[in-house]
């Protein structure tokens, strides 16, 4: 039966595929004891469930041969061991037929007493694998309540999966991505995450706050994910699914229309000239970064290098992918930003601190690395080497101080002098700039731009410690606003101190691909705007029909504003510029 569950918008879009839970879900369990007549009956079901999971497993693990297959072959495995573990199967028919346990509460039983055995073993590794306890059950128990339509999981088996889950790490993301993903929806989470950051960048719609999501969605349900209304479509209906075509329509021709401003200049109406910066992780999105004419990198973000993998990469293997970013942008500008591990991006390397009570005031970002200096060292040993290809820059993140610029100019020049030394050839000026994302930094620009080449704001994380709201908890999405009248004003200042300093100040947050946000940034005096490949033509595109000098009249008004209501009526007055 169709059911509707809502969410918040993370990625726009829309998808169509079929259900994968990824944590286990919340079943409803009936505890009435079976009568005498009901037992062998009850067995069956249960027998069919376990053979449909091995079934699902078999059928997944022919679809991963390669890459993936190496990934999660051993989970994988893991769990078809577990249905086919015979004391597993003889627990759960005892359950049933001499505890007179129907199939699902014979499920929950015989999880809850795995799952004591695991918990009260010394090896941390063997207690974290009660994970596998709790996928398997869940998997045999979707199998038992699963009431699709024979014509439903037909079409279901001609589409890709939906990610359903609690939550998604970006590591886990980006691995996913390239193996048929189509969607996500999250029960929590928020659309700032660096989850949902990464599913803009890949054009994987998202929905996050979904909080009946694993309560109602089983493994294999047909799942329309709408990131236009925020919606997650259970069984969707023949005019929901002419709904979906309509879109696919729309789209396409869309991105015909936009594929015609790909290497145009960006110009406001008025002729003012604009600089479209792209953000980018994987190779694929700097190719297509120098295909839409981009007026450079104005963020690549290392700590993907480290997210996806067991072990560091050591410094050759980051010069290679350094090299090639620059190579890949033919000369145009580069700016790398060094790792910035932490919060919400635990690699397994074991790098970032794994249990911190506060983690986004943490050790992460720059106070990471200044901690690692040999790591640290390392990869700034690469991203030199690297920028006799091109214009590189290096971009420190999470910059509270002069200090710990200092810190990294110098670290710099003994690595410059190093390699020196060694034979390599390394540019005599290595352009550092400053992320300001902590309000000590927006409000100590002045100093900051003062010993750094460049600044380049980061509204994801500025405005979680300015309005003093974690951007990962969807119980405070309300107040995660990149409208507050106080983040304007900071946003404008430090705008206005690169403009008095001659140094380029860029905004990467994702404000600055939301064309929702361009006039206002326009207003505020941004000239250098990076965002995500998939962005660039759409706010191109919004640009063009601005008036940059109407705009900028507005700023007065804007940062005297007292409520997000307020800076609104000023914008629609002007109708956008």
Known sequence: MRRVLTGTVAARGMALGRARLVQPSQFAIDERPLSAEEVEAEVKRLDEALAAARAELADLHDKLHGALAREVGEFLDAHSMLLSDPELVAGLRDLVRKGRYRAGAALKAQRDRLVAVFESMDDPYLRSRREDIDHVIARVHAALVRQTSREERKLA???????????????????????????????????????????????????????????????????????????????????DLARYRAW?????????????????????????????????????????????????????????????RNVLPDEEEQYAAYRDLVLGMGGLPVTIRTLDLGADKADATGLALAAEPNPALGVRGVRLSLRRPAVFATQVRAILRASCYGRVRVLVPMVSGVDELEAVRELVRLCARDLRSEGHEIPEHCEIGAMVEVPAAAIGVRALLARADFAAIGTNDLAQYVLAVDRN?????????????????????????????????????????????????????????????????AVRDRIAGLHRGKLRALAPRLLRAATRDEVERILAACNGG
Do not use: W
């Open 157 to 239: 088996a001609r589409v890709g999966e939906i990610l359903v889950s609690d939550a998604i790490a970006p590591a886990e993301l980006a691995n996913l991505s390239r193996h048929g993903l189509l969607g996500m929806v999250a029960s929590s989470g928020s659309p700032y995450s660096h989850s949902a950051i990464l599913a803009r960048s890949l054009r994987l719609p998202m929905l996050v706050g979904a909080h009946q999501a694993l309560t109602e969605i089983q493994d294999d349900d047909l799942v329309l994910v709408d990131g236009e209304r925020g919606e997650a479509i259970v069984h969707p209906t023949a005019q």
């Open 248 to 308: 696919q329509r729309d789209a396409a021709r869309e991105g015909q229309r936009l594929a015609s401003l790909a290497g145009a200049r960006t110009l406001t109406r008025d002729g003012h000239e604009v600089h479209l910066f792209a953000n980018a992780e994987l190779p694929e999105e700097v190719a297509q970064a120098r295909a839409l004419g981009a007026a450079g990198v104005g963020l690549y973000r290392t700590e993907f290098l480290f997210l996806m």
């Open 473 to 537: 908890n969807d119980a405070l999405g309300a107040l995660y606003d990149p409208l507050h009248p106080a983040l304007l004003r900071l946003i404008a200042y430090v705008i206005a101190a690169g403009r008095r300093a001659r140094k380029p100040v860029s905004l990467c947050g994702e404000i600055a691909g939301d064309v929702r946000f361009i006039p206002l940034l326009l207003a505020l005096g941004l000239e250098e705007f990076s965002m995500h490949t998939g962005q660039i033509l």
